[in-house]
């Protein structure tokens, strides 16, 4: 009976390790929320235990349900006829489980029938479903449209939407991309008009939609006439009544289980959620901190699914007259991707609980504010936590959805050319994990987003105090390279900054942010490696190769090896 969160070690190692205390005493309001409901958690340790039954009830149905229908998900795949999506069988099934168990409202408020679970555990739950199947994790993870109600609706609205959320009667979807705005979403031109009574109305049209059959949309819409960028955007919520018409659903390379659909709005009666003007400047701002984690996550599920294949296929291919397993060159590929994968998960975690961190101190000023208080020391500590998960959630979204397309092409060499047949899983997997770089923001899109970060140093008293720790053994030569790694990335920044040239930073951020990157998660690791043995090989792997990747990027900049760009006309024939 195979439970993907209990065979998991790394993940219960990185379970064991989340410090969640502040988070979950904020969450549980001090622990008075047991008072109201008996099933809420008394304690830190009651809280941590409950999160851990939740994880194994997540991965028992993932393990021995989800996993098992998800090749007859793929090939039947979301289906459309007369202006209607039906989900495939498999779907309807999942979706039912799910429900049943009470794990589609996993952060929301008890009182709506929510769990009132943090984030980073909600992200658990998230890699554990798309290790079994990464496009249920799509509609899963659309509960995301549910927390965007709570946090920037009105009561009503969240009377309304969420009870219904809760137990899996409602999905969400949410349609911010049309034709021509894509990265761009300043771009967005489909429109929200009021009547003379108030009401709202939407028309215009919505591409690429996931889940676009869902019950309730989180629609951006410009409501300002004449404006042309992000300020004349605001969030509005809506029914999919008979007036958003399904146009189509896409034929997509991967995750056929979840459908993307072209919607047109044709005067649709919507609700503002939160304040006019503030759409995409705060409400998508906002939602882009979880939208890029669940990705992360699902791309890290995805990346488990497959190392798990290449594994067990390397182990039992005779080649030779011995397992490929045994062959240098083919262990040495398995233990790149065991590497990248403990490492981005890692990350994966680090990020989750700044974002908890961030939305719980979001929660006590707003409290403050409710009773006209005001604290400035909470004040300036949201504000740099803001900051780091404005620069971590970019970077484990780069970074995790990059390595699982990475991880995935890996593992399907691995099978060599039985790889490239429907009938193994690992074919699957390389196509789901191609859309995870893509959709809630391109790979491009994460550096623009982790630049600022990155050139503000945001990280240097982290990096000071860890380079003044003494670490012992063969962790003290690994802790002298990441130094050697910051002295390179320092080089390259200053190189880059004396420039004064702003196509050139533009360029060259790619490689400042993976130096940065190596910097901060070699750190991540020699912490782990303190405390772990068998932690020492991922830090010691991925350190010595981060030094020789920190090198090339380095070269990159200083070698210019973009200054051809001046000459794309002619190059690009
Ligand atoms: C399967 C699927 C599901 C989706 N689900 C949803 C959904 O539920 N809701 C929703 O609203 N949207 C959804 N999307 C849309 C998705 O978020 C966009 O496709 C994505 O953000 C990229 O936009 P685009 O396709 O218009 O590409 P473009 O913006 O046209 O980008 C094309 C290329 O140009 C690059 N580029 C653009 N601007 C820059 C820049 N400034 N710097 C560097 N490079 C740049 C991009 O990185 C990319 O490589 C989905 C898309 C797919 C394919």
């Given at each position: 009976m195979p439970n993907f969160f209990t065979d998991n070690k790394d993940l219960i190692f990185q379970f064991e390790r989340l410090d969640l205390k502040e988070v979950v005493q904020i969450a549980e309001n001090n622990y008075e929320e047991s008072k109201k409901y008996p099933y809420a958690p008394t304690n830190y340790e009651d809280a941590m235990e409950n999160y851990r039954k939740v994880l194994e009830v997540v991965g028992d149905i993932a393990g021995n349900y989800i996993d098992a229908r998800a090749g007859e998900v793929d090939t039947e795949g979301a289906h459309y006829k007369n202006g209607e999506v039906n989900y495939a069988s498999g779907t309807v099934e999942n979706l039912k489980q799910l429900s049943k168990a009470d794990l589609m409202g996993m952060v929301l408020p008890r009182r709506f029938g929510g769990l009132n679970f943090p984030t980073s555990i909600y992200m658990m739950a998230t890699e554990i479903i798309a290790r079994a199947d990464a496009s249920l994790m799509n509609i899963f993870g659309l509960q995301d449209i549910g927390e965007m109600i709570n946090k920037f609706g009105d009561e009503s609205q969240r009377e309304e939407f969420l009870p219904k959320f809760c137990t899996g009667e409602y999905t969400g979807a949410m349609a911010l991309t049309e034709p021509d705005a894509g990265s761009d979403l300043q771009a967005v031109k489909l429109t929200a008009y009021q009547d003379e009574k108030g009401q709202w109305f939407l028309k215009g049209v919505k591409r690429f939609?996931?889940?676009?059959?869902?019950?309730?949309h989180l629609v951006l819409a410009r409501s300002e006439p004449g404006t042309k960028d992000g300020r004349g955007l605001s969030m509005f919520v809506c029914y999919r009544d008979k007036s958003v018409v399904i146009r189509r659903i896409e034929n997509k390379l991967?995750?056929?289980?979840s459908p993307t659909c072209e919607l047109q709005f044709n005067d649709t009666p919507a609700w503002l959620v939160g304040k006019r003007k503030f759409g995409l400047i705060k409400y998508v701002f906002d939602l882009m901190f979880r939208a890029r984690l669940g990705v992360s996550a699902q791309a890290l599920g995805i990346s488990q699914a497959a190392y798990e294949e290449a594994l067990k296929y390397a182990k039992d291919r005779v080649q030779f007259g011995k397992s490929?397993?045994?062959?240098p060159a083919v262990t040495n590929i398995l233990l790149d991707m065991r590497t990248t994968l403990e490492t981005n998960r890692t990350l994966m975690y680090a990020a989750g609980t700044a974002v908890d961190i961030k939305e719980k101190l979001e929660e006590l000023v707003e409290k403050n504010k409710a009773e006209g208080k005001n604290d400035t020391e909470l004040n300036e500590r949201l504000k740099s936590v803001t900051k780091f998960a404005n620069f971590v959630t970019p970077l484990a979204k780069y970074i995790l959805t990059e390595s699982a397309n990475k991880i995935t092409y890996d593992a399907l060499q691995i099978h060599g050319g039985t790889g490239y047949m429907k009938e193994f899983r690992v074919e699957r997997l390389a196509r789901d994990a191609r859309i995870t770089n893509i959709y809630e923001g391109t790979s491009q899109l994460q550096i623009v987003a982790a630049i600022g970060g990155v050139l503000g140093d945001i990280l240097k008293d982290m990096f000071d105090k860890k380079e003044k720790k003494e670490y012992p053994g063969g962790l003290a030569r690994l802790s002298e390279i990441l130094k050697e790694i910051r002295v390179i990335f320092y080089d390259s920044l200053k190189y880059v900054v004396d420039k004064k040239d702003v196509s050139f930073q533009d360029i060259a951020a790619k490689d400042l942010v993976e130096l940065y990157s190596y910097i901060y998660t070699g750190w991540l690791l020699l912490d782990e490696a303190e405390v772990n043995e068998r932690k020492k090989f991922i830090a010691n792997r991925y350190i010595i190769e981060s030094l020789a990747n920190a090198r090339k990027n380095a070269e990159n900049i200083k070698n210019e090896l973009f200054s051809d760009i001046l000459h794309a006309d002619k190059i690009l024939i």
């Open positions: 939609i996931t889940n676009g059959n869902a019950d309730v991967g995750i056929h289980g490929i397993y045994n062959i």
